[in-house]
Every structure is written in C-alpha cells, then in structure tokens.
C-alpha cells in the first residue's frame, strides 16, 4: 500500500512537471514571436525610409542634370557671353545721309555672323589714319562700330573681310585692313590722271581670308596718300566706299 502511494506521488510529479514545462515554453515561444513581429516592423519602416531617400536623390540627380544641361546650351549656343549687342551700346547718331535710312540690326544666335557699312559721303584722311564706315545696313551681333570703324568678331574663326575704296580724278592712295596692329591686306586705288572720257573715277576691292581671335581688333586704315590727305569718294550718284565681313567658320 505504501509503495502504491509513493509510486501516485511519483506520477501526480511527473504531470507537475510536464505541465510546467509545456506552460513555460509554450509562454517562451510566444514572447519569441512577438520579438520577431516588432523586428520585421521595424525593417519595414526601415524598407520605406530607403525608398522615401532614393526617390529624393533621384530627385536632385534629374534637378542637377537638368541645371548642367542647360548651362552647356548656354555655353555652346551662345558663345556668346560677354559679346556687346547692338541694344547694349549706346544709340548711334543718325547719319545726314538721306540716300538710304534702311538699318538692319538683328540679334539673332546664329552659327556665323556678319556686318555691312559704307561711307555716307567723302573724306580726306591722312596717312594711318582709321577709315570710319559710318552707315551700317547689316550687324547681327554688334560686331562692327560704326563711329570708330573698328571690327571685333565674336568669337574666334576664319573670316572673310573685304573692302572698296573708291579715288576721285588725279588721286592715288593705298589703304590696308589691319587685324590687331598688325597689316593682314592692302590695296592700291589709283585713278585718271586726265579725265578726257569718264568720270576719273576708280575704284578698287580687296578680299583677305584670316583667323582671326574673338575680340580681335580689326579695321581698315589709310597706307599713304597723294598731299597732306588722300580723299576717299563715297556718294551714292556714284561710287560707295564701303567695308564687309562674315565667318566662314
């Protein structure tokens, strides 16, 4: 009898024991899984932080390509920065001369550029002296003045300049371009010495093909002339004195 009371004991242990055990890890698993829940909320929250990040990085990488772009457009089509315009200069003078008030003053970005200007009418100038072609008709970036005479392409590359002066009776006068103080062509006008037939008059054309810099000074000069002065004829019943340019490229 004993020993089946002590073997009842033994056996209501065991179930004590059993029972425990399957109470305590059945408590453990749970607090396992519910650290395992919290860790893959927090990845998840992490997870979206990351996209939120690279969606505002990829943001400012389009914002940046965009900006440089732009500035290389700017850089390339314009070539143009620093060059004065017709609008930016001060407002010519108009000319006295009434035989033709048609100016044409563009600022079109364009990949050459060009100008046209003559003399509204005669002058003497002496030796080295600059040759004032004061009616301009064409000019698409400001690159001629006309109330110095001087020519400053733009930017850098082969033009072509070319140039008529004309003599009126018994004159002789050579006249040069001159490209940054330095003799880039020249021309001699010489006309009748008697005027028997004709007007006496003769004139003369040159065309030089240069490199020239951007900002290049560039400008046509009396050489030398006949006297005190040579006087260049410019009048519209006759003959023009006038000075072009244009890139080649």
């Given amino acids: 009898m004993n ?8 056996y209501l242990a065991c179930i004590f024991v059993l ?5 305590f890890c059945s408590a453990n698993t749970e607090g396992q899984l519910l650290e395992l829940e919290v860790f893959v909320q927090s990845q998840f929250a992490e997870n979206e932080n990351m996209k939120s990040r690279v969606a ?5 990488v389009a914002t940046l390509v ?3 772009l732009e500035e290389e457009f700017e850089t390339k089509s314009g070539e143009l920065k620093g060059v004065e315009t017709m609008a930016e200069k001060e407002e010519l003078p108009k000319s006295e001369h009434n035989g033709f008030s048609g100016h044409l003053f563009t600022r079109a970005a364009g990949s050459s550029w060009a100008f046209h200007a003559y003399r509204s009418r005669n002058r003497c100038y002496n030796s080295y002296e600059t040759i004032e072609f004061d009616v301009e008709t064409i000019d698409n970036v400001g690159m001629y003045d006309p109330r110095d005479g001087i020519a400053e392409p733009p930017v850098s590359g082969v033009y072509v300049f070319t140039w008529t ?3 009126p009776h018994q004159t002789k006068f050579a006249t040069e371009l001159v490209i940054d103080g330095r003799m880039a062509g020249v021309i001699t006008t010489d006309s009748d010495a008697t005027q028997s037939s004709g007007s006496g008059t003769h004139p003369a054309t040159a065309v030089v093909v240069a490199q020239v810099n951007a900002g290049s000074h560039c400008y046509i000069r009396m050489r030398s002339g006949t006297g005190d002065c040579a ?4 009048d519209d019943n006759i003959v023009r004195t006038t000075f072009s340019s244009w890139q080649l490229f």
Avoid: D, H, R
């Fill in 3 to 10: 020993n089946q009371i002590l073997f009842l004991k033994m």
């Fill in 231 to 234: 006087n260049v004829l410019s």
């Fill in 19 to 23: 029972a425990y055990g399957i109470s």
């Fill in 56 to 60: 505002e990085l990829e943001g400012e």
């Fill in 66 to 68: 965009a900006e440089n």
């Fill in 165 to 167: 002066v004309a003599a």
